[in-house]
């Protein structure tokens, strides 16, 4: 869950500073705070430059690198606002 929050704060943020910014495939209003962009930006736009200068591992390995247990896997709809899917 602490992952899940953190995750909304770093968007939230890349939002607001204009390092996630609406594009012709997603136009999302950068001011709504209920839908934001979706995952397919989030995961274009910040994970994958992210995760790629960190050596190109995964969002859950860059956050624990000595891994974790899995209980619970979520899904979620690629065109999916991003806080939709986080709240």
Not at 1 to 18: H, I, N, P, W, Y
Not at 32 to 52: A, C, E, Q
Not at 64 to 84: K, M, N, Y
Request: glycine residues 6%.
């Amino acid at each position: 869950k602490e992952d899940l929050r953190f995750f909304l704060r770093e968007v939230t943020l890349a939002v607001s500073q204009g390092r996630i910014q609406p594009t012709e495939r997603d136009t999302f209003d950068p001011r709504d705070i209920h839908n934001g962009p979706s995952m397919y930006t989030v995961v274009d736009v910040y994970l994958k430059p992210l995760t790629r200068e960190a050596g190109r591992m995964s969002w859950a390995m860059l956050r624990h690198p000595q891994g974790l247990q899995c209980d619970v896997f979520i899904t979620h709809c690629w065109a999916e606002g991003a806080f939709e899917f986080l709240h």
